[in-house]
């Protein structure tokens, strides 16, 4: 199946724990994102890559640290440094630079105890 | 004042009617714009993109771009109880390669 898989869904950890969400994509699409999501709220930017072995900051990159060595994969790590780091977390890849839609995983729910 | 605004709601409607969801953005320079629908618990889906001024049909979604006025909306014709879902409106602000969100309107479609 062509898709975004992102693993785990669902992810309880305690507080102070560094993790781990993984997304990987079979689509061959170059660009690939990390949106957080709170409760009522709209998806908020935190990293970005647009080619393997380069990654950009988004707006709430602090607490968070990304990789990307291959184009299928670009996995997050939420440190300890996150200081609310409950959230959805979603994945998403772009085919067409500048123009195209993006397109997401099934997201990773986390909940730090 | 926030990159991409839209109203929270919920935005109620009977079933059958017209559901007109509204999104302001701030930056003139942006040049593709989004809508996506999310049913709670689940990750966005695109339901349209509109990329110049006008309207753009899509069987019962119409997209509306007004760059002069930076408003983008989404009407949606025989609201359906499955439409009731969070629209979320995103702009490729800048026309860099990162699309950026409203906080999403929720839709209410009524029996």
């Known amino acids: 199946d062509g898709g975004i898989t992102q693993s785990p869904k669902y992810l309880f950890r305690k507080e102070g724990q560094n993790v781990t969400l993984s997304c990987e994509q079979n689509?061959?699409?170059?660009?690939m994102y990390w949106y957080r999501q709170d409760p009522g709220q709209g998806l908020r930017l935190i990293y970005y890559?647009?080619?393997?072995?380069?990654?950009q900051k988004g707006d709430i990159a602090e607490g968070y640290s990304v990789s990307r060595e291959k184009k299928e994969s670009f996995p997050l790590t939420v440190t300890s440094a996150q200081k609310n780091p409950t959230a959805f977390y979603l994945c998403?890849?772009?085919?067409?630079?500048?123009?195209?839609?993006?397109?997401f995983g099934e997201g990773s729910r986390l909940t730090v105890l | 004042q926030k990159e991409v605004e839209q109203n929270s709601g919920p935005l109620s409607v009977p079933e059958g009617a017209i559901a007109s969801l509204n999104c302001t953005y701030s930056?003139?320079?942006?040049?593709?714009f989004f809508w996506y629908r999310q049913y709670s618990g689940k990750s966005p889906e695109l339901i349209m993109f509109?990329?110049?001024?006008g309207d753009k049909e899509d069987g019962r979604f119409t997209a509306q771009l007004n760059k002069a006025s930076q408003y983008v909306s989404l009407l949606i014709r025989d609201s359906q109880p499955s439409d009731s879902a969070t629209y979320l409106c995103?702009?490729?602000?800048?026309?860099?390669?990162?699309?950026?969100f409203g906080t999403g309107t929720q839709l209410k479609v009524e029996l």
């Open positions: 689509l061959n699409h170059d660009a």
């Open positions: 930056d003139r320079g942006s040049q593709s």
């Open positions: 998403a890849t772009r085919g067409q630079p500048n123009t195209g839609e993006l397109f």
């Open positions: 995103a702009v490729n602000a800048g026309g860099g390669n990162k699309l950026t």
């Open positions: 509109i990329y110049s001024n």
């Open positions: 890559s647009q080619i393997v072995n380069d990654f």
